[in-house]
């Protein structure tokens, strides 16, 4: 059983366009982290949000943690083929199992020159 | 750089026979390791979470048997999949968590690929 839903399951736009990766859960985290992972290496950590509510922006990506902290959302504003890779959102960490994550499926995002 | 390493990154071996992958924390102290398993195209799935000096503590459907995890130091975690099946052909990461140099945070390796012909 998947506790935490992304969608949509694979994204293709062109370079310039701008994207949103959703991420549900019926669930409450304490946690959720955003990853992207590039083919055969491991996920590399984007951001951490804690607070319902909190936006957190990273360069051209405003990630979005929601109000009962059972949501996220990541958007990519211009992406570049640089940003093709599955975004993996992650929920967890709470304070006796801190690092012990549940991922979603992913989204596989492909930003086309 | 890398601050925590999988050996090794690529292994074939023949069904029935053992492997090991080993998780290392490079420069910090790993309280607490964690392995996933990831199929072609599918997400990471958490398999046992491994604190340093106890045993594994495995997910529903893991086999403890099978996949047999040892954390004997604070920088080494290692997997073994004994008696492994083609089915058992997955990319294996670890992650790690501790006090390292900028705070308690988690750091996942860069995954070990295992095919089991």
């Known amino acids: 059983t998947q506790l935490l839903e992304q969608s949509p399951q694979f994204l293709s736009i062109q370079e310039g366009e701008n994207l949103t990766v959703y991420c549900n859960s019926s669930?409450?985290?304490?946690?959720l982290q955003w990853y992207r992972q590039e083919p055969g290496e491991g996920p590399v950590l984007l951001v951490t949000?804690?607070?319902?509510?909190e936006v957190k922006k990273l360069k051209r990506l405003t990630f979005q943690f929601g109000d009962a902290r059972k949501d996220s959302s990541l958007h990519i504003t211009a992406a570049q083929p640089g940003d093709t890779g599955l975004y993996l959102c992650?929920?967890?960490?709470?304070?006796?199992?801190?690092?012990?994550?549940?991922f979603g499926a992913g989204t596989q995002v492909v930003v086309t020159p | 750089g890398a601050v925590v390493s999988q050996h090794p990154s690529r292994v074939i071996c023949k069904s029935g026979t053992s492997v090991k992958i080993e998780c290392r924390s490079l420069?910090?102290?790993?309280?607490?390791m964690f392995w996933y398993r990831q199929f072609p195209k599918q997400s990471l799935m958490l398999m046992a979470t491994?604190?340093?000096?106890?045993?594994?503590?495995?997910e529903q459907g893991v086999e403890k048997d099978k996949f047999l995890i040892n954390h004997a130091s604070l920088t080494l975690s290692t997997l073994t999949v004994t008696s492994a099946h083609p089915e058992d052909s997955s990319f294996y990461i670890c992650?790690?968590?501790?006090?390292?140099?900028?705070?308690?945070?988690?750091?996942f390796g860069e995954g070990s690929w295992l095919t089991v012909v």
């Open positions: 992650s790690a968590t501790g006090t390292h140099s900028s705070g308690n945070t988690i750091y």
């Open positions: 669930s409450v985290f304490s946690s």
């Open positions: 949000v804690v607070t319902g509510g």
């Open positions: 992650a929920g967890g960490g709470t304070t006796d199992s801190w690092g012990k994550f549940q």
């Open positions: 420069d910090f102290q790993a309280t607490t």
């Open positions: 491994s604190n340093e000096g106890s045993k594994a503590t495995y």
